[in-house]
């Protein structure tokens, strides 16, 4: 079944740690996204990816990094998690089309808690 | 730059009664607008978009651009519309292919039965 998938969907860590948070679509969309999102607030763009060998920083300037080797598979990772990156990440994808967005298709989430 | 006002944090209407949900957007260019929705335990998910100009589970939103909005609106609330509803815009820039979708910060609706 086409789908998007985030893992882990919760996780709890020291700082200073390296953490990689995992999204894959079977939906065979070109155009991937990672959203921020802390509580009550706006979802902020971090990165996205047009395809293959393609990442874009977003709206909001992150400390994280993001690869893509894979058309399905868009990881974002932080070399040395704070305290600050305490937040929910949201991973997207959508197809590709010229002059929209497309809709986005949206994973259930992973929520970050650095100690 | 492209900004998306949500005023309202909290929204509580009584079954049966009319919803409006506002949005008010800031953008240069040609803006594509959309709401999207979240369900209890469930992922965020597109409920429509103002290029389809169709109704969506009896939600319907106009694009205004003389008072730059896109209200969400029905006409008759359901206990199944409590949820959180966000308003995005993405602006067509003049690089076709990096449209960017931005969101604004989110409305929690409640029905009351």
């Known amino acids: 079944e086409a789908d998007i998938y985030q893992t882990p969907r919760y996780l709890v860590i020291g700082t200073g740690k390296k953490i990689t948070l995992e999204c894959s679509q079977t939906m065979g969309h070109d155009k991937m996204y990672w959203y921020q999102q802390d509580p009550g607030m706006e979802l902020h763009l971090i990165h996205y990816?047009?395809?293959?060998?393609?990442?874009e920083k977003g709206d909001l300037s992150s400390e994280s990094t993001v690869s893509r080797i894979r058309t399905e598979h868009f990881p974002l990772t932080l070399e040395s998690a704070r305290p600050s990156h305490t937040s929910q990440y949201l991973c997207a994808s959508s197809e590709y089309f010229k002059g929209t967005s497309g809709e986005l298709f949206f994973g259930e989430g992973s929520r970050l808690t650095v100690l | 730059a492209q900004r998306v006002t949500q005023p309202e944090k909290l929204l509580s209407v009584f079954k049966g009664a009319p919803v409006e949900l506002k949005c008010n957007y800031s953008y240069s260019g040609s803006p594509e607008l959309f709401w999207y929705v979240q369900y209890s335990r469930q992922r965020l998910q597109l409920l429509l978009r103002?290029?389809s100009r169709e109704s969506i589970k009896g939600f319907t939103a106009d694009l205004n651009k003389g008072e730059t909005s896109f209200h969400l609106k029905k006409p008759f609330a359901q206990e199944e519309d409590s949820a959180m509803y966000y308003c995005a815009l993405s602006g067509r820039g003049s690089n076709f292919g990096n449209e960017k979708l931005t969101f604004g910060t989110g409305t929690r609706l409640t029905i009351i039965p």
């Open positions: 103002h290029i």
């Open positions: 990816s047009y395809g293959v060998n393609s990442t």
